[in-house]
């Protein structure tokens, strides 16, 4: 059944829309947005978080009756959340919505054709690889990977399959930072010096939930499931919940805020990874318990390997006790500078006539103009109603399971900034300079391969 309704999207839909209704004056655009005309699509939920609920939702209900996609069923650990997320679903949709106590039993139901994964941050890529092994096309979160192990598996799997991911980098489906991106590739920026990129909150519930804490008990999910593989740890609500706060469950800072701003430093440059990254930061303020940092720096090393003369810096800064939900993507070269935040090019900071007539050089600065006047702003919650960054994001993806097409961050725009997600890691928690080995594809501190 579900190979036949594949089948039918890729093929019979395809050639109907170039033949059949041409005669009737309908071009093949218009014939995939006629509610009914093509199989639909249907999507099961993996993890209903806040997340998912809150933006990624909303943003697939912006498209799902023009491209006719559908949600079906949800899976969930939790007894409390998979009847939330039942019932939510039912009144957006107005149908019956199948709950599943784990993807095993999704996968099962044998008539889901995609996924939509929003689970804790370890477990994003194991989620993917169960998906595309059931082959389920997918919209996974990121961070992808929080280790090279699960990266590396989860990039062969998925290379390997005719699945069509999306990575949640959404900033990748944002006319401005296309814009951006175009003009940096085409030379017309200089070459790039440095970049600094901050993520500041001053929220002291952030990543929180001492009243869903309260409400969890261990009879009610399922732990050992919940941990995949990660080492085994005694039951801990708040690392169940609470998971952003505590490594191996989550890098924190890096994996949540990082992870999108220095894909945008990969996708405008072509390169893959830091070739260095050193870190310092610390539990300044909120000394809850938890693991992770609520400060911290990391400095990048970025270029060519073997032209170790060239290149530039990356830095990136966050902190969770002071800030105004407001992050800063800017980049610096030469002769001024590109900034993601008033989405201006501008010769701020250029090389000027004066300083550079004493070296017997010209001045060289970048004229001031506008990215592009299609400025989205990127959500810094998860309660953003569905943000233009996100529902463009998520229609790229519905678009491309129609059309078999390379989605706007396929799985190496997930790989690649892993990566950097993990030699920050590794930087942060041996306080030595973390590098990348090309032959093994591992991280290393200290000549030694990072794990945990």
């Not at 709950?99 to 996968?107: D, K, S, T």
């Amino acid at each position: 059944m579900i190979e036949s309704r594949r089948k039918f999207i890729k093929q019979s839909a395809i050639a109907a829309a170039g033949t059949y209704l041409g005669t009737m004056g309908l071009s093949a655009k218009s014939y995939g947005n006629i509610i009914g005309a093509n199989d639909r699509v249907r999507v099961g939920v993996v993890g209903f978080s806040d997340r998912f609920k809150d933006s990624l939702l909303p943003s697939f209900l912006n498209h799902q009756k023009e491209l006719n996609f559908d949600i079906v069923a949800v899976s969930d650990l939790w007894n409390y959340r998979r009847g939330l997320g039942v019932e939510h679903l039912k009144s957006k949709f107005g149908h019956d919505i199948t709950g599943c106590r784990n993807n095993e039993e999704l996968y099962d139901l044998k008539d889901i054709d995609a996924v939509i994964v929003s689970t804790a941050d370890f477990q994003h890529a194991v989620h993917a690889m169960e998906a595309v092994s059931a082959k389920c096309d997918v919209y996974c979160e990121k961070p992808f990977a929080e280790t090279m192990a699960d990266a590396r598996a989860a990039l062969k799997m998925i290379k390997a399959s005719k699945q069509i991911v999306q990575i949640g980098s959404q900033r990748r489906s944002g006319n401005n930072y296309k814009a951006a991106s175009q003009f940096i590739k085409e030379g017309k920026f200089g070459d790039i010096t440095m970049v600094e990129l901050t993520w500041n909150v001053n929220q002291p519930g952030r990543w929180r939930r001492p009243d869903l804490v309260a409400k969890l008990k261990q009879e009610d999910t399922d732990w050992k499931r919940f941990l995949i593989n990660r080492p085994f740890e005694e039951w801990d609500p708040r690392k169940y919940l609470e998971y952003r706060l505590f490594w191996p469950y989550s890098s924190g800072m890096p994996g949540q805020w990082m992870s999108h701003q220095i894909d945008t430093v990969h996708w405008f440059t072509g390169l893959k990874h830091p070739r260095s990254v050193v870190a310092n930061g610390g539990i300044y303020q909120w000394r809850d318990g938890r693991r992770n940092w609520d400060t911290t720096t990391a400095v990048f090393d970025y270029g060519l390997a073997q032209d170790p003369d060239h290149g530039f810096q990356v830095v990136f800064s966050s902190r969770m006790h002071n800030g105004d939900e407001n992050p800063a993507e800017i980049y610096y070269s030469n002769g001024g500078e590109l900034n993601l935040n008033t989405n201006m090019v501008s010769p701020k900071g250029g090389l000027k006539e004066g300083p550079a007539s004493a070296m017997h050089m010209k001045a060289n600065l970048l004229p001031e103009m506008k990215l592009t006047d299609n400025t989205e702003k990127v959500a810094t919650s998860a309660n953003t109603g569905g943000d233009k960054l996100t529902s463009a994001h998520m229609r790229n993806w519905m678009e491309c399971i129609r059309s078999r097409k390379e989605t706007n961050a396929p799985v190496e725009a997930g790989y690649y900034h892993s990566i950097a997600n993990i030699m920050t890691n590794a930087a942060a928690r041996t306080g030595m300079k973390a590098t990348f080995d090309e032959a093994t594809q591992e991280v290393m501190v200290g000549g030694k391969v990072f794990t945990y």
